[in-house]
């Protein structure tokens, strides 16, 4: 460890000692499960992450694992058995494949968990509603669907999740639903863009990763979510320069190619020790820092969704959507609408170029 003053007084503190203890003398099996029966903070969890790390433990998703006794609890907790046959096959076979599914992919982050919850707990309560209005699901009628949606707290909107579910696999009669409303996002003024990428690369009063992350939000419109996610491996040095991998290789410019490598050689390293190969490591062993905790600390410094809508749009000036979904790995549809909106379609691309 950097520091080894830290982890002696870690493996000191009573409560490590105790848990420590457990494991050694078979009282907790060395197993996830076994960690699991220690009551549940964010020691015992530092814990897991070290003997996963270490591979003393089998790796597994953290925050899968969390929604999955999540789910258990929260089924358990559904008194009437209609019900909870229902709320149990749409956690089984709507998110459960989803969340799956982005930690495969290691996209699996605290806020899809939130929502998949929000979600089934607004199930749920939908409902209990409809029971109290002296029908149920199959009976629900348009009158309950509307009444729903426009009375009650805002959270109901996220009921449109499980009654499209319900609709789709039949446990429901087809409804019209409210149409959801997105906000366009507005972008930040161009002038303010290059003055806060002007401002990341030279002030070094700022911490380094942060300044690195924030670059690539203003320059390749980078989601926090896909920044956190990078690796040393998604790093090559080649004849023309740095290339960093995203869907295509990406040409990284000077002087922030000097940025990266700085951090690449100097990332603070985590309880895992200086071998992972995380771009951005959090504090927890083997593990990259939340998509989430790393866009609060960009925010902070007024890198925000509308510096990366106008990174996108700067972007979108110079190279076709289809080109750009490909080459950030972007979901093609999102980068399209916000073209179209643009007006910087496939049509008039030879054309905007042509006056460029």
């Avoid at 491996?233 to 869907?247: E, I, K, R, S, Y």
């Avoid at 992972?276 to 925000?304: C, H, K, M, V, Y």
Wanted: proline fraction near 7%.
């Amino acid at each position: 460890m950097e520091v080894p003053r830290g982890g002696l007084s870690w493996v000191s503190a009573p409560a490590t000692t105790e848990r420590i203890r457990a494991i050694a003398t078979g009282q907790v099996p060395l197993t996830h499960d076994g960690i699991d029966q220690l009551p549940e903070s964010t020691g015992r969890e530092h814990l897991r992450d070290l003997l996963v790390a270490h591979r003393v433990l089998p790796d597994r998703d953290r925050t899968l694992a969390a929604y999955e006794r999540w789910a258990t609890n929260r089924l358990a907790a559904i008194d009437e058995p209609a019900e909870r046959r229902l709320i149990a096959a749409y956690l089984r076979w709507h998110h459960q494949p989803r969340l799956e599914g982005h930690a495969q992919r290691g996209e699996l982050t605290e806020n899809r968990y939130e929502l998949a919850r929000s979600q089934t707990n607004i199930a749920v309560r939908f409902l209990a509603w409809l029971r109290a209005r002296g029908t149920d699901l199959t009976g629900c009628t348009q009158a309950d669907i509307d009444a729903w949606f426009a009375n009650g707290p805002s959270t109901r909107t996220h009921a449109r999740s499980f009654l499209n579910w319900a609709m789709r696999t039949r446990r429901c009669p087809t409804r019209q639903l409210p149409l959801e409303r997105q906000g366009t996002p507005r972008p930040m003024p161009e002038p303010d863009r290059l003055a806060l990428l002007a401002r990341l690369l030279d002030d070094d009063t700022i911490d380094l990763a942060y300044r690195v992350a924030g670059c690539l939000v203003l320059l390749y419109a980078l989601p926090s979510s896909r920044i956190s996610r990078l690796r040393l491996t998604d790093l090559h040095a080649t004849g023309d320069g740095l290339m960093l991998q995203l869907g295509d290789p990406v040409p990284i410019p000077p002087p922030l190619d000097e940025l990266i490598t700085e951090l690449a050689e100097n990332r603070r390293t985590t309880g895992a020790g200086p071998d992972t190969d995380w771009l951005f490591p959090s504090r927890r062993a083997g593990q990259a820092i939340e998509g989430e905790q790393l866009a609060e600390a960009l925010n902070r410094l007024g890198i925000n969704r509308a510096a990366r809508t106008a990174a996108l749009n700067a972007l979108l000036a110079d190279v076709p959507a289809p080109v750009l979904a490909k080459t950030l790995d972007r979901r093609p549809w999102r980068v399209a609408l916000r073209a179209q909106t643009l007006g910087t379609d496939w049509a008039r691309y030879a054309a905007l170029k042509a006056r460029s």
